[in-house]
């Protein structure tokens, strides 16, 4: 349990567990525990998607759009932090209702058209609500930053009842993350003054990261071109699938 360092649980942590002098409401600490199991379930419902997404794309394509997943919960002070930050309410019901990046769900992607294709497919599925987008590949930030984010609601079924929770999605592709990835640990959120011409060497690499997605965006439309893919399903995937079974004793 994270306290301060006089032994004495913050005020803000106080205020969401309950009353009792320093004692935590068990009661509260349940319902907590409970309200991040849902948000833990929901992250997997979302990773799942994108998983099956992945491979029946790889089956149809030939290759992954998909190369690496990664989902994470905000930890509890930093739940706390974000809610203080934004002046809102130390309870359960504040949680849900004001933050939608407890859960959140990054998937790399290996080419730029990947991102918007799994971005529509995973929105025609019917349960899925989304509640807001953006796009900062068409858009991208001042600094440079690009990635697709999306906040969507994605049920989660309960023994007894279906529960709505909220998920954050970034998605982007290995250039735009090795630039974020870098960027994040040299500066985001760590309140480092930094100077100008830092700022622009940042910007300058985000520009190469974002003409590297291009070029090779180029070479993957040649090779499609040279193997006919119009992004069908292919017989000779079909006749492989067969050879393989042969295969097989
Ligand atoms: P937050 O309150 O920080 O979540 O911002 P927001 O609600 O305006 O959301 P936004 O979609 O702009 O950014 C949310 C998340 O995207 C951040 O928590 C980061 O993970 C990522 N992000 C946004 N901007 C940057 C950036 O400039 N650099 C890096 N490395 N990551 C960024
Ligand atoms: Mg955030």
């Not at 998983?51 to 998909?66: A, G, K």
């Not at 009842?161 to 982007?172: A, D, G, N, S, T």
Request: net charge negative; hydrophobic share 35%; charged share 25%.
């Amino acid at each position: 349990m994270s306290q301060n360092k006089s032994g004495f649980l913050s005020d803000s942590m106080q205020e969401l567990l309950g009353p009792g002098a320093g004692q935590i409401s068990y009661e509260r600490m349940q319902e907590l525990n409970k309200l991040m199991s849902y948000y833990r379930c929901a992250m997997m419902e979302v990773v799942t998607k994108f998983n099956v997404l992945n491979e029946q794309f790889s089956l149809q394509f030939d290759r992954n759009p998909i190369t690496g997943i990664k989902s994470r919960l905000k930890t509890l002070p930093s739940i706390l932090e974000k809610l203080e930050r934004r002046g809102h309410p130390f309870t359960l019901e504040s949680i849900e209702e004001n933050l939608n990046d407890v859960a959140g769900v990054r998937v790399i992607c290996s080419f730029r058209e990947d991102v918007h294709m799994l971005s529509e497919a995973l929105m025609q599925q019917d349960d899925i609500i989304l509640l807001e987008r953006k796009d900062y590949i068409r858009n991208p930030k001042p600094n440079g930053y690009r990635s697709l984010h999306m906040i969507v609601s994605v049920p989660i079924f309960l023994a007894h009842e279906k529960k709505y929770m909220r998920v954050e999605i970034q998605l982007r592709t290995l250039a735009m993350d090795f630039w974020a990835t870098l960027e994040h640990q040299l500066r985001y959120k760590k309140d480092v003054d930094m100077a100008a011409d830092m700022e622009r060497e940042l910007y300058t690499c985000a520009h190469l990261s974002a003409e590297l997605d291009e070029r090779m965006d180029g070479l993957r439309q040649l090779v499609q071109q040279q193997h006919g893919h119009n992004g069908s399903l292919q017989p000779e995937k079909s006749l492989r699938w067969t050879d393989q079974s042969h295969n097989l004793r």
